[in-house]
């Protein structure tokens, strides 16, 4: 007598549509040579009535190809392996040739662009900043330990009463404070450094030990 059409017309579903979830009907499931056995029924958000729009907004293989074209190009690699005094001036280039560069990305929205493209440089600035800060203190403590022949402990003090402002301090100061709970065995700065630093050779150059170092630091930071 009432048509499923008729029904949804005359708002039968209104109350239930809130609830629909992915459905998965039992006794299709048990059937393996029927490939449409799910019963999927999604609710009613609103967004999938505007197509275009979800489409554009949402990920597809195209906008993902864009995006990845976007990132890949070469003054984002250059941003990616500059040094940090050169970051930011750098940084204004990579803007200016971003900008350009979204025009031609016609499948992916600017606005998704602009995020991913902000995200991408912080991410990048947080990296540089957290590997060079970890390989700037493991580079001070390996030369105070080959070249000056220092103890592990000793070089640790040092580098403490350098007064280096580093992200990790708190581990520096709690591996100096370890002597007095010897039986908690060796902290994680002892650990990582006789394990990725401790072998680095004593007769390479300052710049070549740094790039080691700098190596063994992305091993252990995540």
């Not at 005359?10 to 499931?29: I, K, M, S």
Request: net charge negative; hydrophobic share 35%.
């Amino acid at each position: 007598m009432y048509p499923p059409d008729t029904l949804e017309e005359n708002g039968y579903f209104q109350w239930l549509e809130h609830d629909f979830e992915w459905y998965f009907d039992p006794v299709y499931c048990n059937f393996a040579h029927l490939e449409d056995y799910q019963r999927l029924a999604l609710p009613n958000t609103g967004e999938y009535m505007h197509w275009e729009d979800y489409h554009n907004t949402c990920s597809t293989l195209r906008s993902e190809q864009e995006f990845v074209y976007f990132l890949e190009t070469k003054w984002f690699k250059n941003f990616r392996s500059a040094e940090s005094s050169e970051r930011k001036r750098i940084e204004r280039v990579v803007f200016y040739h971003a900008v350009k560069i979204a025009k031609e990305c016609t499948h992916i929205f600017t606005t998704l662009l602009h995020t991913g493209y902000s995200e991408y440089l912080w991410s990048i600035r947080f990296d540089k900043t957290w590997y060079e800060d970890f390989a700037c203190i493991y580079f001070e403590i390996w030369k105070l330990i080959a070249k000056q022949k220092m103890s592990f402990k000793g070089a640790l003090d040092q580098v403490k009463e350098k007064g280096m402002c580093s992200l990790c301090r708190f581990e520096l100061e709690a591996e100096l404070d370890n002597d007095q709970q010897w039986w908690l065995g060796p902290g994680p700065m002892t650990r990582h450094y006789n394990i990725y630093v401790a072998e680095i050779d004593e007769n390479l150059t300052d710049a070549e030990a740094y790039k080691l170092v700098m190596e063994a630091v992305k091993k252990f930071v995540s």
